[in-house]
């Protein structure tokens, strides 16, 4: 085509009328001229006719080659690229990954008005996706399009969404190793990881983040220290740490079961205190973990720290009603709970497991619960 194309409205009408295949060749060529700038203002406009003419075409074949002819245009009107990427997956993918004539907000909206993984898939693929996208992306709580959103080292991801993706999808091990794998993470969510992921993936993560690890490393010896223990509002000096460790020694309780007893205890702050030497991460991390109601986080602690399994069920339980009384066991002297709230805890558990059904080795938590009523330690 020469830039003195003769191009009206009648010979548009006529090629809408013309065979598909003849339409599809046509549309190529129009569209790469337009791109180059090779029509004049009048020419502009009856050639935008022709586009949204084409966007309504019963033919999805046609519909899609528009959208590849166009997918890289700029100066597409918004109104086109919309109704394409609206589309069925034929025609909505091409413009839906390339076309930057769709705004953030155009993508969110429909990122939030749609479930098709693909269409997902492809705004995740995008050159330049902002962290609102790929927060709205995250919210969408599929694996495949977290996975790629991850590999995409393109998008930007916020704290907020990289925590979130840590804590929703902890058990997916592809999605944490696409995490594991990115550029750069924040040493925050580097803190988090460490808790949660496999000993293949912890090994990947220190070679990966080696310099943040190394600062992380400073954070756990340091976290040692009672003034640094006391700034993360903890309740347990080294000191404290100790008496309960010279207990459990005196007791005989056997490594593996001497974070199980501090719940026993009612002492959840120890229990935390204990995972975080065993696993060697920041007390911080292990208390926010906890936290979470859902109780994935106590799952990927236990885990880590090589609890026994079996005791796991019975000692979520227990998770749960420390929760439920954990007012009122902030009366108590951590080491060794009153009778009266060995005898809280007891009907506490009893009532959750009336709920949810008898779990494996209960008896043996409530016989260390009540043993514990008894037990203090010297000064």
Do not use: W
Request: glycine fraction near 4%; charged fraction near 30%; include cysteine.
């Amino acid at each position: 085509m020469s830039k003195n194309i003769g191009l009206s409205l009648e010979d548009i009408r006529h090629l809408l009328k013309s065979p598909l295949e003849k339409r599809m060749d046509v549309t190529k060529k129009i569209a790469e001229f337009y791109s180059s700038g090779g029509f004049d203002d009048d020419q502009m406009k009856i050639i935008e006719y022709l586009f949204r003419s084409l966007v309504k075409d019963t033919e999805v074949q046609m519909r899609k080659t528009l959208a590849e002819s166009i997918k890289n245009i700029s100066t597409i009107p918004a109104d086109v690229v919309k109704s394409l990427s609206e589309d069925v997956q034929e025609v909505s993918l091409p413009v839906l990954e390339f076309s930057e004539v769709l705004s953030d907000a155009d993508l969110i909206d429909i990122i939030e008005s749609t479930q098709d993984v693909k269409k997902l898939v492809a705004v995740s693929n995008r050159d330049e996706v902002s962290e609102d996208i790929s927060g709205a992306l995250v919210e969408s709580k599929s694996e495949e399009v977290v996975d790629s959103l991850l590999k995409n080292e393109k998008a930007a991801v916020s704290e907020k969404s990289y925590m979130k993706i840590a804590n929703e999808f902890a058990d997916k091990e592809d999605v944490m190793n696409a995490m594991v794998g990115r550029h750069t993470l924040p040493i925050s969510v580097i803190e988090t990881l460490t808790t949660k992921i496999s000993d293949a993936l912890y090994e990947k993560l220190g070679e990966k983040h080696k310099d943040e690890f190394s600062q992380i490393s400073d954070e756990i010896k340091n976290s040692r220290d009672v003034v640094t223990m006391k700034a993360l509002g903890l309740k347990a000096s080294d000191e404290d740490y100790k008496k309960f460790r010279d207990l459990m020694q005196k007791l005989h309780v056997a490594d593996e079961l001497i974070p199980i007893s501090a719940l026993c205890m009612g002492n959840m702050n120890m229990f935390e205190v204990s995972v975080a030497r065993i696993t060697q991460a920041p007390v911080l991390n292990i208390r926010q973990l906890m936290h979470d109601e859902s109780n994935k986080g106590f799952e990927a602690v236990y885990t880590r720290a090589g609890l026994p399994m079996n005791l796991f069920a019975a000692t979520e339980i227990l998770i749960q009603v420390l929760r439920d009384l954990e007012e009122e066991l902030e009366n108590e002297d951590g080491f060794a709970v009153s009778k009266k709230m060995a005898n809280r805890m007891i009907e506490g558990y009893m009532m959750r497991v009336e709920e949810e059904g008898e779990v494996q080795n209960m008896d043996y938590i409530l016989s260390l619960i009540r043993h514990n009523a008894t037990i203090g330690i010297e000064d």
